[in-house]
């Protein structure tokens, strides 16, 4: 029925097409050769790569690794001397003073204070506790839509997995070397302590910059 006709026209567009089409190939080579926008999964190895962590760890002076944190001391390797991974113990405080606040504030009040700190790469909680975000390709604070990606949206979807897997997603920074829940791999942040707030972000800053993701 058709198979007749779809043998001819392929070799019809064969004869008809001698040079031509060849051209327009060679014209949209190039932009299909341009590459990709980054994906957070990506990103990851590449930025970790780009951001060529010292050998020597800059805050305690020992041979830091090929880790985005010096297995020593904590010190973040991209960020400024200071910035240390937060420790299992103050994220799993940060979780519970996070419910405390929930609770104390009849969700609404913690829910605008949210929306509020999201911009500082922060969440009430972590207001408090001095603890930042990080957002790794770029090695600087998370910003709103990270954030509420982080919170919200990767949260809720962690927190449907672990219902079916024990809770054992909860835990995973107790044996992930740069201590990352699964929502921070998802959204390619590390959790970090900036007691002295150093990289809080200006608001001029946050404004600057198009796409806050
Ligand atoms: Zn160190």
């Not at 007749?4 to 392929?10: L, N, W």
């Not at 041979?63 to 420790?87: H, K, M, N, R, Y």
């Not at 699964?182 to 200006?202: E, F, G, I, N």
Request: aromatic share 10%; with cysteine; net charge positive.
């Amino acid at each position: 029925m058709t198979k007749k006709s779809d043998e001819p026209q392929g070799t019809r567009v064969e004869h008809q097409a001698p040079a031509e089409p060849r051209q327009w190939e060679q014209q949209t080579q190039p932009p299909r050769q341009t590459p990709p926008t980054f994906t957070p999964q990506s990103a990851l190895p590449a930025a970790s790569a780009a951001l060529t962590p010292p050998v020597k760890c800059p805050a305690c002076g020992k041979a830091a690794g090929d880790e985005l944190s010096c297995q020593f001391c904590d010190q973040v390797l991209f960020l400024p001397q200071g910035i240390t991974l937060s420790t299992a113990g103050l994220r799993f405080g940060g979780h519970i003073l996070e419910g405390v606040l929930i609770i104390c504030t009849l969700v609404i009040g913690w829910a605008i204070w949210a929306l509020i700190v999201f911009q500082y790469g922060q969440t009430p909680a972590k207001q408090l506790l001095h603890m930042r975000v990080v957002y790794i390709p770029q090695a600087r604070t998370a910003r709103w839509w990270r954030m509420f990606f982080r919170e919200v949206i990767a949260k809720t979807i962690i927190g449907i997995l672990a219902a079916f897997t024990l809770l054992i997603p909860y835990f995973w920074l107790l044996w992930d070397r740069n201590r990352q829940e699964l929502w921070d791999k998802m959204a390619t942040t590390l959790v970090v302590s900036d007691r002295q707030d150093r990289l809080q972000p200006q608001l001029s800053d946050s404004r600057a910059v198009t796409p806050q993701i």
